[in-house]
């Protein structure tokens, strides 16, 4: 007899994947006696078609792991050993709000920084109770920028966030230009779409300095040194000024300030770009003449370009060729960028005016744990990140981890590289553990995620405990919902009715202007005067040298290597990061590695100022000569000295949005022994 009869039959429940992926996929989760036995990708939106990621399907060995927080838990080692004594919640909220009101009767209540990102993406999960909390309390604020903010800010300056062309359409372009981006590790479900615009006919472009499976298959590659792709893009608007490629007649009627960017595009001839990005000029003009002559032609602008000193002005100047070349008003034709914005989703209990209190840059959580004074942070909430693995200088976020006068409040799944420096730990559900809305931020859709099984141990959501967080320090008003069911129904009667009534019939919504909309004929920009900023000037004045500007390349001749930090197929930025194998690789090109007298397989030192990672060593030829590359989201575990590539990234900003510069790391490599 089979252990299904015996313990009765499987079932499958259907929910919503709300983690930081564009994809959003909707899940058929098999569960067997109230445990999971399988996750798999349904067919209830229609992008998911059936299947998912690796990662998620093995989201169950995080689920159930060694490493899941199971109870509330205080210090009861040094900071960093990651012993902890369990306790109560009530005992454990109790000590936060004696904490906070400490901290603010000793030194005013900005002196707690909350720090949060995308562990979860859901509606429910970040930016709710939570955020009402921070504000009401008067902590400081956090400026959520370690990813997605230069390409945010050029967004919202050029277009207002105007939703762009979705994954459908990609096969009714004639020309796709993937600009930073590697579909095939993180939002896999673009891959078929991209293959399809191929077999019809489509000439693909792949602007990466990694040769990635895409890469592989494309008409052109083009490899570019990391933090040249302002350059490069300004190249191709100089041709489409020059060449008469530019809509003279879109950029009167639709856009303003396209004189200024065609002054700033002009100095960057084919030669010199080429010369500077380290690529053939024969090939970038091909590119160029590809752009200008094809229609519908798409550029889907990633979050590699953003990550470097120029990478607001790479993302303003890329998401404005579409402007210049008249690329609009076709199916498949224009720009993709992040959808998240498409729903609109009002949360009138968070609407009200944040508080100016002291921001402080989730990039510069080192030097705000090290050097603030004026108040320094006596209390540290986190929760949905682990800054420990993920945020610049990690040595220096480490070291403040370490204050013995911190108080460090740690709020997760499992035990992460930063839970491992908290004096109080709370277990967090999962998304297959509760309610959430999963958003898509590259298909445009809405979906309901439903609990899956039980919560494991005392795991409790974020709407639970901040709701009753909220609750004991005396936060909120009367009628306001304070745990996760009460305010995803407060959530489904404030969204557009029939958008609400979709999700509760277990549906997929559609927005008003469809789920593949024609930017310029279904979506507009959003910007006061409805037309294209090709010039704002407030960004002009921003930038440390101005709008479409290059700053040069951080390179010494100590620090020659180029160290980029991309997505990997392992983890959702360092989501899942505890079940990587142990010893990532360090990838570099056979003529770097010759010059070093380095072999595949030696075990070697990246250093710079800022510290040291010791790795095995990968040599391929997948990689552009001068760039070695270590996979984002590692945790401390996965090196052989408990560093990752953070611990190599400043933390200096971008030139736009205040972003993290992870690709302006310059190292050095040498064999570990002599080194
Ligand atoms: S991480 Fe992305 S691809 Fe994987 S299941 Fe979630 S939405 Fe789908």
């Not at 058929?28 to 990621?53: E, L, M, Q, W």
């Not at 298909?443 to 439903?450: A, E, H, K, T, Y």
């Not at 509760?504 to 927005?511: D, Y």
């Not at 004045?541 to 390349?553: C, E, H, K």
Request: aromatic share 6%; charged share 25%.
């Amino acid at each position: 007899m089979s252990e299904s009869v015996l313990g009765g039959p499987a079932t499958v429940v259907e929910t919503a994947c709300p983690l930081d992926c564009p994809d959003a996929c909707s899940l058929a989760v098999t569960v067997h006696r109230g445990k999971i036995v399988s996750i798999d990708g349904s067919h209830r939106n229609p992008v998911t078609d059936g299947y998912i990621c690796a990662k998620v399907r093995k989201f169950g060995d995080r689920v159930y792991g060694p490493d899941r927080l199971l109870y509330p838990g205080i210090r009861r080692g040094r900071k960093g050993e990651g012993k902890f004594k369990r306790v109560s919640w009530d005992e454990a909220l109790e000590l936060i709000v004696a904490r906070f009101e400490r901290a603010k009767a000793e030194a005013g209540s900005t002196s707690i920084l909350p720090y949060s990102y995308g562990g979860s993406n859901g509606l429910l999960t970040q930016d709710n109770i939570d955020a009402q909390i921070w504000r009401r309390f008067g902590t400081s604020r956090l400026a959520r920028t370690v990813c997605a903010a230069p390409t945010g800010t050029a967004n919202m300056a050029l277009y207002g966030k105007m939703p762009s062309v979705t994954y459908r359409d990609y096969p009714e372009a004639k020309l796709i230009i993937l600009w930073g981006v590697n579909p095939s590790a993180s939002g896999i479900h673009l891959v078929p779409y991209v293959r399809e615009a191929q077999k019809r006919g489509a000439t693909l472009v792949v602007i990466d300095p990694r040769t990635t499976a895409l890469a592989r298959a494309a008409d052109v590659h083009l490899p570019v040194k990391p933090g040249t792709d302002v350059a490069v893009a300004l190249s191709i608007h100089r041709h489409l000024f020059a060449s008469g490629g530019a809509d003279e007649e879109f950029l009167r009627a639709h856009t303003t300030g396209a004189d200024r960017l065609r002054e700033r595009a002009e100095p960057w001839t084919f030669e010199r770009t080429a010369s500077l990005a380290g690529i053939e000029a024969s090939a970038l003009q091909r590119v160029a003449e590809l752009y200008a002559a094809s229609s519908p032609a798409l550029v889907r602008c990633g979050w590699g370009l953003e990550r470097n000193r120029n990478g607001g002005n790479a993302a303003m100047a890329v998401l404005a060729l579409p402007a210049v070349g008249g690329k609009f008003g076709v199916r498949g034709g224009g720009y993709s960028m992040s959808n998240s914005t498409s729903w609109n989703v009002e949360r009138p209990w968070i609407a009200a005016d944040e508080p100016r209190t002291r921001e402080v840059n989730m990039n510069h959580l080192g030097r705000a744990l090290i050097d603030y004074a004026d108040p320094p942070i006596k209390v540290l909430f986190v929760y949905n990140c682990n800054p420990a693995a993920t945020v610049p200088d990690q040595r220096r976020v480490v070291h403040g981890l370490e204050r013995e006068d911190l108080f460090t409040v740690v709020f997760d799944q499992v035990m992460t590289d930063t839970a491992l420096y908290a004096d109080l730990v709370l277990p967090a559900t999962t998304f297959l553990e509760g309610y959430d809305f999963a958003k898509g931020y590259g298909p445009i859709s809405l979906d309901l995620g439903r609990p899956v099984i039980d919560a494991a141990g005392e795991a409790r959501s974020n709407a639970d405990v901040f709701g009753d967080l909220a609750t004991r320090l005396g936060l909120l008003k009367e009628n306001e919902p304070t745990g996760e069911l009460d305010l995803m129904v407060h959530m489904l009667d404030r969204l557009p009715a029939h958008i609400g009534a979709e999700l509760r019939a277990g549906g997929q919504p559609v927005p008003p202007f469809g789920t593949a909309p024609i930017q310029f004929v279904d979506v507009f920009p959003n910007t006061p005067d409805r037309k294209v900023s090709l010039f704002p000037d407030t960004l002009e004045a921003a930038a440390p040298i101005g709008l479409y500007r290059f700053q040069p390349d951080p390179a010494t001749e100590r620090y020659p290597l180029a160290l980029i930090s991309p997505a990997s197929e392992r983890t959702i930025s360092s989501t899942l990061g505890e079940l990587s194998r142990p010893d990532a690789k360090l990838s570099m090109h056979p003529d770097d590695a010759k010059t070093r007298g380095l072999e595949d397989g030696d075990l070697v030192r990246i250093f710079n100022e800022l510290g040291e990672v010791h790795c095995p060593l990968r040599v391929a030829a997948g990689i552009r000569p001068g760039t070695v590359s270590l996979p984002k989201g590692l945790w401390r575990r996965s090196t052989r000295n408990s560093m990752t590539a953070t611990a190599l990234a400043p933390d200096t900003l971008t030139d736009l949005g205040g972003g993290a510069c992870f690709n302006d790391a310059r190292v050095q490599v040498a064999s570990l022994p002599t080194a």
